[in-house]
């Protein structure tokens, strides 16, 4: 027996140390009383168990995952203890409690003894710290798929740090939360409901005083930063250097190699960088982790895959944070779910959430999600929450390294069976870079003569200048030599200026030659890095004189209808011409009648011709010439003006010549008066008097009511209709042609009657109109 007892002694130290049992559900205590060996049961009195309860919601400890293994083995009921009776039976009973040691020693949560734990009365010297400080690890362990009679296995914690942990001291805060304060001497109470001890201690308690470390040398000094390329991740958090301000040393900068590179399933890893947890963290282990895996790093750099364009490209409004944000900012949630190993329909209960900063750095608006569990009603929350239905979020603001929040949600059950739910934590960290920003710049000048002759060469001295904070670089001049400039290069012109320092200036020359007059704006742009661009343009002028001829007459003219025409001619350039002829050519179809100004006629070349010593610049002048058409047709005036150097202009005017067909005609009555029953003939002539044939010519009489028509004869066939005589239109009257028609009517009643003739063609717009009276009497 005492062999038995000696075996199992750090196993029942280890259950008096830490309050693991595997009846009272997670993070439970089981008291102990003094009379657990004689036999007599304990009564323990409700109040003290709703007390318990209470100290149990306040802190509660990690429930142990229901998975078959995953838990420390049930101790078997010794078979001559009596339970300890219970006041009231909504605790519920639990197992059996073990009797105490008066000896014991404390193992951190989370750990369960090996084999070869029983074997020994102290704890292995080399136990490795699966949360070695200041390295990044999830809230728990990873627990190796072995069976509990499996060997060891060495840790890649252990092996990072390098030096073992000191004999007989206990290992490092295994949970994120601390292994919490132990009670040296537990008070016997009754082991019903599953409650809780003394809060626990912080973090920094937790851990033990001068823990070796292995020294780690002096990190390497990043790259500088380099714009548009990210500095891209180490694959398995290998060369990540030291929080900024963090005095814990990175103990993976010491092994890298031995860490391991990924973490396996069954595991829920620690989120590293601000972001939705997806899953809940998986529950502390009950057994010893046989291996230690690292946290999982990206095995790959991401590049970037090009930048996108922002819409609206605004201007940033962001300050540099302070000094303490700067560098890389990790802060580290920690988050765990508790709840009472059994509830009952009807009886209240509480779940628990604890989250934690178990980072270095601040933890910024940190949000906590949860819902109520399937099968129960959701009574309240501690601290108040946004409910909405059976959501729930807490909204906690910004977690220091090292705090630590609780949040309770109190439901009421109403259905049996498993009940659980997940939360979920979100938060954001900040992070602050400062550089120091110059301006480079670009301004140019030039300087060229006003004027330059056509034909010269025009020199523009170029001064281009930084006269920004920062250096310039690829600095390129750039040049659009003019239409009217030429340079032996082409017309694009490029200068690479290269490096401009700041307040740098340099100077440069550009030679173009001048090929035709008239103003110009030479535009010279320079451009650097940085989209720098700046233009400048000098103005000048390239100076020549010039011809300008003009031709003013009628555009249309009737055959013998004189015509006039004006010429002029002008010096628009910018120097005089000299001795300056004018020379106008006339059309076939048009006679020389006369010219001012001295112009002669030449009857060889059919041209009038002007000579004129000088033209001022600017200056213009005017002669004119008259002429008769003689032919129909269209006619050419052809103008041309010459000048020394080669100045020449030359216009045409052209005027379209036309025969005009002028219609007359007359309406005579041979015999008037006469008396009733009498007769008199009418004679109608139409003459063509103008320079075209008349073409459709129609001739129409309407004889009078007091007149009766008799006859009608003429050129033309006709046809009578009561008192209207029309005549065949004639189809032409050639010029100084006529046509003569008759018409004899007869009177029949008494009075001044008269006679209307029309006469039409396709030359008059509308016809003609005459009347011829004659008198009708009669015997009274």
Excluded at 123 to 140: C, K, R
Excluded at 292 to 311: D, F
Aim: hydrophobic share 35%; glycine share 8%; charged share 20%.
């Amino acid at each position: 027996m005492q062999t038995r007892t000696k075996r199992r002694r750090p196993f029942i130290k280890a259950i008096a140390a830490t309050g693991l049992f595997a009846a009272c559900g997670a993070g439970a205590y089981q008291f102990i009383g003094p009379n657990v060996f004689s036999g007599q049961a304990d009564t323990v009195d409700s109040a003290v168990l709703d007390e318990a309860q209470n100290a149990w919601a306040s802190d509660a400890y990690p429930q142990p995952p229901a998975a078959a293994g995953s838990a420390l083995p049930e101790a078997p009921e010794p078979r001559e203890l009596v339970q300890p009776l219970v006041a009231e039976s909504r605790y519920g009973a639990s197992s059996a409690p073990l009797p105490l040691l008066q000896e014991t020693t404390t193992i951190a949560r989370g750990q369960s003894p090996s084999e070869d734990d029983f074997e020994q009365e102290e704890l292995e010297p080399n136990v490795p710290n699966p949360w070695p400080v200041g390295a990044q690890q999830p809230i728990n362990p990873l627990r190796a798929n072995s069976q509990a009679d499996a060997a060891p296995q060495s840790s890649p914690a252990r092996e990072a740090f390098g030096q073992p942990m000191p004999t007989g001291q206990p290992p490092a805060a295994v949970a994120a939360f601390g292994s919490g304060a132990r009670d040296p001497q537990v008070q016997p109470a009754g082991a019903v409901e599953p409650i809780a001890d003394e809060p626990p201690a912080p973090l920094s308690q937790a851990l033990p005083a001068g823990l070796p470390m292995a020294p780690v040398g002096p990190l390497e000094e990043l790259p500088p930063f380099e714009q548009g390329a990210p500095a891209p991740f180490t694959a398995g958090g290998a060369d990540l250097p030291p929080l900024p301000d963090s005095g814990q040393p990175n103990p993976l900068r010491e092994h890298p190699a031995e860490a391991a590179p990924l973490i396996e399933e069954a595991s829920t890893p620690l989120s590293m960088e601000p972001r939705e947890l997806e899953t809940e963290l998986a529950p502390m282990p009950t057994e010893p982790a046989a291996t230690h895996t690292a946290l999982a790093e990206p095995q790959r750099t991401i590049e970037p895959q090009g930048a996108q364009p922002v819409r609206g490209m605004p201007i940033g409004g962001g300050r540099p944070g302070e000094r303490s944000l700067e560098g890389q900012q990790q802060p580290t949630i920690a988050i765990q779910k508790f709840a009472p190993a059994e509830i009952q329909v009807g009886k209240p209960c509480k779940f628990l959430v604890k989250v934690r900063n178990v980072g270095q750095r601040p933890a910024m608006d940190v949000v906590v999600h949860d819902q109520a569990p399937s099968g129960v009603q959701l009574t309240a929350t501690q601290p108040r929450a946004e409910v909405s239905g059976d959501r729930v979020a807490w909204e906690l603001g910004d977690l220091a390294p090292g705090e630590e929040r609780v949040l309770e949600m109190e439901v009421t059950p109403v259905e049996e069976g498993e009940l659980g739910s997940v939360a979920t934590v979100t938060f954001s960290a900040d992070a602050s870079v400062r550089t120091t920003c110059t301006k480079p710049q670009l301004a140019i000048r030039m300087v060229a003569p006003s004027k330059v002759m056509v034909g010269g060469e025009q020199t523009i001295q170029i001064e281009i200048k930084n006269p920004g904070t920062g250096d310039a670089t690829n600095v390129v001049i750039l040049e659009n030599v003019p239409e009217n400039l030429r340079h032996a290069a082409g017309p694009v012109l490029e200068f690479a200026v290269g490096t401009l320092h700041s307040g740098e200036t340099r100077r440069l020359q550009l030679n173009m030659v001048a090929e035709s007059p008239g103003r110009v704006v030479n535009v010279l742009t320079a451009q650097a890095d940085g989209n720098l661009q700046v233009e400048q343009k000098v103005e000048f002028e390239v100076v020549a004189p010039d011809l300008q001829i003009a031709v003013d007459g009628p555009k249309r003219r009737y055959l013998e209808r004189p015509a006039t025409y004006t010429v002029k001619i002008g010096n628009p350039g910018t120097a005089a011409a000299r001795d300056v002829k004018l020379v106008t050519k006339l059309p076939q179809g048009m006679k020389f009648v006369n010219a001012n100004n001295l112009g002669e006629y030449d009857p060889a070349t059919h041209a009038v011709y002007w000579s004129l010593a000088e033209l001022p610049s600017g200056e213009s002048g005017a002669v004119q010439l008259t002429t008769l058409p003689i032919a129909p047709g269209e006619h050419m005036l052809q103008v041309q003006g010459q000048a020394l150097n080669g100045l020449e202009d030359k216009t045409t005017h052209g005027t379209t010549v036309e025969g005009i067909a002028a219609l007359k005609f007359t309406v005579l009555d041979l015999e008037d008066p006469i008396e009733v029953g009498g007769e008199t003939e009418y004679e109608v002539r139409v003459a063509n008097q103008g320079t075209k044939a008349a073409t459709n010519v129609r001739v129409q009489v309407t004889a009078p009511s007091g007149m009766r028509v008799i006859s009608a004869a003429g050129d033309a066939r006709h046809r009578v209709q009561g008192g209207l005589i029309e005549f065949e239109p004639i189809r032409q009257l050639m010029p100084r042609s006529e046509l003569t028609f008759r018409v004899r009517v007869q009177g029949a009643q008494p009075g001044d009657h008269r006679l209307v003739v029309e006469v039409g063609s396709d030359d008059l717009a509308q016809p003609v109109r005459k009347e011829e009276s004659t008198r009708v009497f009669g015997d009274e």
